[in-house]
């Protein structure tokens, strides 16, 4: 069912009795340690966008443009920077403010955070949530970017329990870091002052992750702190098919337990390993890498556009050779297909999966990763471009078994029929060269078509 953004508020008030705070719901761990639940025990699927210079670039006309776009198509976080990557803290927002007083983390400047005010509550009356990084990484470890470096463990704990209390009533998720790692005692100690600061300011009421640079994982630093309570990996730009399942599988193996994600995928439209000669992800690219690490064990996944997280338009200057301005951008197809991702994991029991390769017998075609999981009742078996694949459901609940092949390009589902689950079975691909979710069901839960939802999504 495809829902306007207006149409889609109408139906969550009226499932949430008109009482709009809902919205604002705190998030936890789910008891399995593998998911994210809402404080009702709603499970709670991340779908990120990374529009890391939100607040620092966009008017509150165009953030407003921009967010509606993101609430209609499904996506339930915005991945956005307080002290912003270009330039932030001495390039005005576009009313002329900076976010300090004489870049002082202990001075905020009133006037910009009521524009961040208003972007934050914006994103809560669109039903999603704000992933708020308080700064880029530069402003503590600057190995490149602008900088300068102005956090001391002190004011960073400052800074944090500002932010913290401002914010603490909204529906907020901390992303600390901001592509950098700590590498020195100093950085490791701003970031736990932060942390504690941010947890003092809004009375540990909402959660806390680290963003790390390319190719690093927020455990390799913080998995034993208590304060992380989900760790995120940054698979990054630098190839095409990044194993970003293994990146995944390794945070799944971790002790103490901790869900875990992609925070920061290839890009839609961006340069493979930043040059244009290499050609440039498109959409196919975006959905690998989702489905890749949606079926090795992650909470969600974060999408994102190489115009969009700098806001990039004529005038300004590309980043990385952007090329595409970020109001056009906002209907690559990738983001669109995002959305047919969440509905089809929104129409299982997506907590309840267990990664299991063991689920695929035998494939024919292209030798790329196929990823599968399964819970109690039903299974998901993701083939990059297989043309066919042979598979063992005996794992699943039910004498009998539904099969579909769901198409990860539209959201539309092809019923294979019914099935003895006595056997393993081979299914061809409808179309070999593309990709494919096989997706199998015991046939007596009475499952809906895969993908198909019965309200709007934000809700």
């Not at 998901?380 to 459901?393: G, K, R, W």
């Not at 099969?403 to 179309?431: C, E, H, M, Q």
Request: with cysteine; hydrophobic share 35%.
């Amino acid at each position: 069912m495809k829902c306007t953004t207006t149409l889609r508020l109408l139906l969550y008030m009226l499932l949430a009795g008109m009482n709009t705070s809902l919205l604002a719901q705190s998030l936890k761990v789910s008891d399995n340690k593998r998911y994210l639940i809402k404080e009702d025990g709603t499970p709670f699927f991340w779908l990120g966008d990374t529009a890391w210079e939100l607040f620092h670039r966009l008017d509150r006309e165009e953030a407003t443009m921009y967010l509606e776009d993101r609430a209609d198509k499904g996506f339930t976080v915005i991945q956005a920077v307080v002290l912003a990557e270009l330039d932030g803290l001495n390039t005005p927002n576009p009313y002329g403010d900076s976010p300090l007083i004489n870049n002082d983390p202990t001075q905020p400047n009133e006037a910009y955070f009521e524009h961040v005010d208003f972007i934050v509550d914006k994103a809560e009356d669109l039903g999603m949530y704000i992933g708020m990084l308080p700064t880029w990484g530069d402003k503590f470890n600057k190995r490149w970017g602008v900088g300068p470096e102005v956090f001391t463990p002190e004011n960073a704990r400052t800074y944090g329990e500002f932010l913290g209390e401002r914010y603490k009533d909204k529906p907020i998720i901390w992303i600390l870091g901001g592509d950098r790692i700590p590498e020195e005692e100093e950085d490791f100690a701003i970031i736990r002052a932060m942390a504690e600061g941010l947890a003092n300011g809004d009375e540990d009421t909402h959660l806390m992750t680290y963003h790390p640079m390319g190719g690093r994982h927020s455990s390799e630093f913080f998995h034993e702190d208590e304060w992380l309570d989900f760790n995120m990996y940054q698979s990054g730009h630098g190839q095409k098919n990044t194993p970003n399942y293994e990146m995944t599988a390794h945070n799944y193996q971790l002790e103490p337990v901790k869900p875990n994600l992609d925070g920061e995928p290839n890009y839609e439209d961006h340069p493979i390993n930043w040059k244009p000669e290499n050609g440039w992800f498109d959409d196919a690219d975006v959905r690998q890498a989702a489905y890749w690490s949606m079926l090795s064990g992650a909470l969600g996944h974060t999408y994102g556009d190489h115009n969009i997280w700098q806001m990039w338009q004529e005038g300004r200057e590309p980043i990385s050779s952007a090329r595409t301005p970020w109001k056009e951008a906002i209907d690559h197809p990738g983001s669109q297909q995002m959305e047919y991702m969440r509905q089809l994991f929104e129409s299982r029991n997506f907590t309840e999966l267990i990664p299991d390769p063991s689920l695929v017998v035998n494939a024919e075609g292209e030798d790329r990763h196929i990823a599968a999981a399964r819970g109690s009742d039903f299974m998901m078996v993701y083939l990059p471009a297989n043309s066919s694949v042979e598979v063992d459901a005996q794992k699943l609940s039910g004498k009998r078994i539904n099969a579909w092949w769901f198409d990860p390009r539209t959201g539309d589902s092809v019923s294979l029929g019914k099935f003895k689950n006595n056997d393993s079975y081979t299914f061809r691909t409808p179309i070999a060269t593309k990709d494919w979710v096989l997706v199998i069901d015991d046939a007596n839960k009475a499952y809906t078509t895969p993908g198909e939802m019965l309200f709007g999504m934000n809700k």
